[in-house]
T-cell receptor
Framework: DAGVIQSPRHEVTEMGQEVTLRCKPI?????LFWYRQTMMRGLELLIY????????DSGMPEDRFSAKMPNASFSTLKIQPSEPRDSAVYFC???????????????FGDGTRLSIL | SQKIEQNSEALNIQEGKTATLTCNYTNYSPAYLQWYRQDPGRGPVFLLLIRENEKEKRKERLKVTFDTTLKQSLFHITASQPADSATYLC?????FGPGTRLSVLP
């Protein structure tokens, strides 16, 4: 089975530009998560969805960030306008239904390395 | 707020020895705790999940303990190999620790 697929793998863009990161979760998984990883702050949860509905977006740093899940097989994380401090590795993960208890393994993609100049 | 600490940023051990990594948490009473492995340039990979009513769990050369009184989990790799070198992350529901980078020296 294919794992979680993220695109692009690398993105370099200039400050102020819009950035869109894409994720295809594992088929049949009900939960989808977006994380950001930096050396300083580690792996941080930004937002997660259950059955395409956003459940908790308290980790989204500011209004410049938005995430959507239009269907069960696709999600996007958008940054507009981008800033140098947004540079990080962004991971998408999916899991089976845990009833919100976090007791299912999360399957991660290999991330998008984002650099904002 | 919930906080997870892992004992050290980096741990070097000799091949064949047992590696022990520590995860401590505060302000949380989790029903589950998970451990993941992360290699450079890759996403974390799930290793083990342990429930609050399980004191110990094993998978091949891996062993995890979970002490809800101490608010601590220990992760052991026995007969360590250079291929075990990676960063290991402990995770409460939706919250990850900072990770410990393990290097197994031949």
């Amino acid at each position: 089975d294919a794992g979680v697929i993220q695109s692009p793998r690398h993105e370099v863009t200039e400050m102020g530009q819009e950035v869109t990161l894409r994720c295809k979760p594992i088929s049949g998984h009900d939960y989808l998560f977006w994380y950001r990883q930096t050396m300083m702050r580690g792996l941080e949860l930004l937002i997660y969805f259950n059955n395409n509905v956003p459940i908790d977006d308290s980790g989204m740093p500011e209004d410049r960030f938005s995430a959507k899940m239009p269907n069960a097989s696709f999600s996007t994380l958008k940054i507009q306008p981008s800033e140098p401090r947004d540079s990080a590795v962004y991971f998408c993960a999916s899991s089976l239904d845990s009833g919100g208890r976090g007791n299912q393994p999360q399957h991660f993609g290999d991330g998008t390395r984002l650099s904002i100049l | 707020s919930q906080k997870i600490e892992q004992n050290s940023e980096a741990l070097n051990i000799q091949e064949g020895k047992t590696a022990t990594l520590t995860c401590n948490y505060t302000n949380y009473s989790p029903a589950y705790l998970q451990w993941y492995r992360q290699d450079p340039g890759r996403g974390p990979v799930f290793l083990l999940l342990i429930r609050e009513n399980e004191k110990e769990k094993r998978k091949e050369r891996l062993k995890v303990t979970f002490d809800t009184t101490l608010k601590q989990s220990l992760f052991h790799i026995t007969a360590s190999q250079p291929a075990d070198s990676a960063t290991y992350l402990c995770a409460l529901p939706f919250v990850f620790g900072p990770g410990t980078r393990l290097s197994v020296l031949p």
